[in-house]
């Protein structure tokens, strides 16, 4: 009797394992079909990989908001424009090798600052919508609306540009991608810190079964709070922003006067091994001092 008991006992357990087993094979292959389903759109969509050239390009340009039918457009623009301001340097002026250099160098600098405050503009107006998309999320709540219809309506009474984001969440919905991983990559997108807190508050209601209607009205006021204090944040932010400007400027125009002011001066900036240290060590203090800087700043909006 013993015996068949733990014979009994030891099936039943390998049978509870085997089903456990089952259960996350059948998971990770559906999880293999959605990412191969995401995967096999990019492909078709010819998206490149964010990690290539042309996919950071793609995706910067992306997030700033500029469509462009081909998709490797912002990496052969990232490509042509140094190489046609390179050539503007080494043959027109200053006419040497620093010159084209650094004339490519600004250049490339110059267009992915540009990209850049494209998107930062960008995602602060998508900000400033998020208090009417709650609105909008509440009403259809009050209509008995489930939240992922609640959420999903919103694609088309919204404005641009949190309305293209929105229509990509409702094409994530369309393949099959559930709702919490749809607003998972919906905050991946929009990288602002009231999205993802409001991502995360909606995705913990959902998954808890809490009323989303009062939670969502409490999300507004805080959104509201929040956008407003950060307002004054960027605010004091701007007032150090022109000093920060001057100063990274002067530097490489004070050097660029000195480099071309006279053929002693380029001798000595060129010189082995005083001059080139002299040059890294310059480069290596800018380079840090604009670091510092750029940190004091964002402790500031991180306050």
């Given at each position: 009797?013993?015996?068949?008991?733990?014979?009994?006992?030891?099936?039943?357990?390998?049978?509870v394992?085997?089903?456990?087993?089952?259960?996350?094979q059948f998971?990770?292959?559906?999880?293999?079909?959605?990412?191969?389903?995401?995967?096999?759109?990019?492909?078709?969509?010819?998206?490149?990989?964010?990690?290539?050239?042309?996919?950071?390009?793609?995706?910067?340009?992306?997030?700033?908001?500029?469509?462009?039918?081909?998709?490797?457009?912002?990496?052969?623009?990232?490509?042509?424009?140094?190489?046609?301001?390179?050539?503007?340097?080494?043959?027109?002026?200053?006419?040497?090798?620093?010159?084209?250099?650094?004339?490519?160098?600004?250049?490339?600098?110059?267009?992915?600052?540009?990209?850049?405050?494209?998107?930062?503009?960008?995602?602060?107006?998508?900000?400033?919508?998020?208090?009417?998309?709650?609105?909008?999320?509440?009403?259809?709540?009050?209509?008995?609306?489930?939240?992922?219809?609640?959420?999903?309506?919103?694609?088309?009474?919204?404005?641009?540009?949190?309305?293209?984001?929105?229509?990509?969440?409702?094409?994530?919905?369309?393949?099959?991608?559930?709702?919490?991983t749809?607003?998972?990559?919906?905050?991946?997108?929009?990288?602002?810190?009231?999205?993802?807190?409001?991502?995360?508050?909606?995705?913990?209601?959902?998954?808890?079964?809490?009323?989303?209607?009062?939670?969502?009205?409490?999300?507004?006021?805080?959104?509201?709070?929040?956008?407003?204090?950060?307002?004054?944040?960027?605010?004091?932010v701007?007032?150090?922003?022109?000093?920060?400007?001057v100063?990274?400027?002067?530097?490489?125009?004070?050097?660029?006067?000195?480099?071309?002011?006279?053929?002693?001066?380029?001798?000595?900036?060129?010189?082995?091994?005083?001059?080139?240290?002299?040059?890294?060590?310059?480069?290596?203090?800018?380079?840090?001092?604009?670091?510092?800087?750029?940190?004091?700043?964002?402790?500031?909006?991180?306050?």
């Open positions: 009797m013993c015996g068949l008991l733990i014979l009994f006992f030891c099936l039943g357990v390998g049978r394992l085997t089903k456990r087993d089952q259960n996350e998971h990770n292959m559906i999880d293999s079909i959605t990412r191969s389903e995401i995967a096999l759109e990019r492909q078709d969509a010819n998206i490149p990989d964010p990690k290539t050239w042309y996919g950071y390009w793609y995706a910067l340009t992306s997030r700033s908001g500029l469509g462009f039918t081909n998709t490797s457009t912002p990496g052969l623009l990232a490509i042509g424009l140094p190489m046609f301001f390179f050539g503007v340097g080494f043959l027109v002026w200053p006419g040497d090798i620093f010159g084209g250099i650094g004339g490519a160098a600004l250049a490339l600098l110059g267009l992915r600052g540009y990209f850049i405050s494209k998107s930062k503009a960008r995602l602060k107006a998508m900000e400033k919508q998020l208090p009417s998309l709650l609105s909008g999320i509440r009403a259809n709540l009050q209509a008995n609306l489930t939240p992922q219809q609640a959420i999903v309506n919103q694609a088309n009474e919204i404005s641009q540009p949190l309305r293209g984001e929105l229509e990509v969440l409702t094409q994530d919905l369309a393949v099959g991608i559930s709702l919490d749809a607003l998972q990559h919906f905050a991946q997108r929009v990288p602002s810190r009231e999205v993802q807190f409001l991502v995360s508050a909606i995705r913990i209601a959902i998954s808890s079964g809490a009323d989303l209607d009062p939670l969502v009205a409490n999300i507004q006021n805080i959104v509201v709070q929040r956008t407003r204090i950060s307002n004054h944040l960027a605010s004091a701007a007032k150090v922003q022109p000093s920060i400007y100063t990274g400027i002067m530097i490489p125009a004070a050097f660029a006067y000195s480099f071309y002011s006279s053929a002693e001066n380029r001798a000595f900036w060129t010189s082995v091994p005083t001059g080139l240290v002299a040059i890294a060590i310059i480069g290596f203090l800018y380079g840090l001092g604009l670091v510092i800087a750029k940190k004091q700043v964002d402790r500031v909006k991180d306050a």
